[in-house]
């Protein structure tokens, strides 16, 4: 993830707790090292995001209790079941793009008073899918393909054939097939312009290929 992007989605992140969360679960959660988080909550407070570190149990870095959310009326119910739905979706099917999803969750969560998210849990704690778990996915290889993806960018893959001998190619990816248990990428080669579908639990590796036009 740019940094760009990360500073974002760490901002938004931020508004949608009511509780402090550590550098190191920030860390964690965005795949970068303390140091870099460190300097990621630096430059939100010179963007003039009210930021504050708490002491003491349940502290951490949080937003100033009078920071104020846009308006978004949603009921305990309507959370509750945008929460389940999300869960599910990044249990079974929407494995690359989980780190979007909890995004948005974030902003569903973020926008209930505390009594409010008590009430959303409750509910959807009280609903429950059952349905074919998706296959594992590297984390790193995940958020590789959720930016390549919504960002419309290459990216440079390792992976296992079906065989299990390895592949590697440098691809875009112009489609993505989501069965009940595999998420498929239909990847087109950058350099051959052959198209075939890639399952994402057999990649080992994923890197972002800069290949967008530059300016000037």
């Known amino acids: ?7 974002f989605a760490l901002a938004e992140y931020l ?5 402090g969360v550590t550098a ?4 964690e959660r965005f795949g970068v090292t303390i140091r870099t988080i460190y300097r990621d909550l ?18 951490g870095f949080a937003l100033e209790r009078t920071y104020t959310l846009p308006p978004v009326n949603f009921t305990p119910r309507e959370a509750a079941v945008l929460a389940v739905l999300g869960r599910f979706a990044a249990e079974t099917r929407l494995l690359p793009f989980v780190d979007t999803l909890e995004s948005a969750l974030s902003k569903v969560r973020g926008a209930l008073s505390t009594g409010k998210q008590r009430e959303a849990l409750t509910l959807a704690d009280e609903l429950v899918f059952a349905a074919v778990p998706g296959l594992p996915v590297r984390p790193a290889v995940r958020r590789a393909v959720e930016d390549a993806w919504f960002e419309r960018r290459a990216l440079r893959l390792r992976y296992r054939r079906s065989d299990g001998s390895p592949g590697e190619r440098t691809v875009h990816v ?3 097939l989501m069965e009940r248990h595999v998420t498929v990428l ?3 080669d950058v350099d051959s312009g052959e198209t075939r579908g890639i399952r994402l639990d057999r990649i080992d590796a994923a890197t972002l290929v800069d290949d967008r036009p530059r300016a000037g």
Do not use: F, H, N, Y
């Not at 508004?15 to 509780?19: D, E, H, Q, W």
């Not at 190191?24 to 860390?27: D, I, V």
């Not at 939100?44 to 002491?55: N, Q």
């Open 174 to 176: 112009a489609r993505v």
């Open 24 to 27: 190191e679960q920030l860390a």
């Open 186 to 188: 239909e990847c087109r």
């Open 42 to 59: 630096d430059a939100l407070r010179e963007g003039s995001l009210p930021l504050i570190a708490e002491r003491g149990p349940g502290g």
């Open 15 to 19: 508004r949608g707790r009511r509780t």
């Open 1 to 7: 993830m740019r940094r760009k992007s990360r500073l």
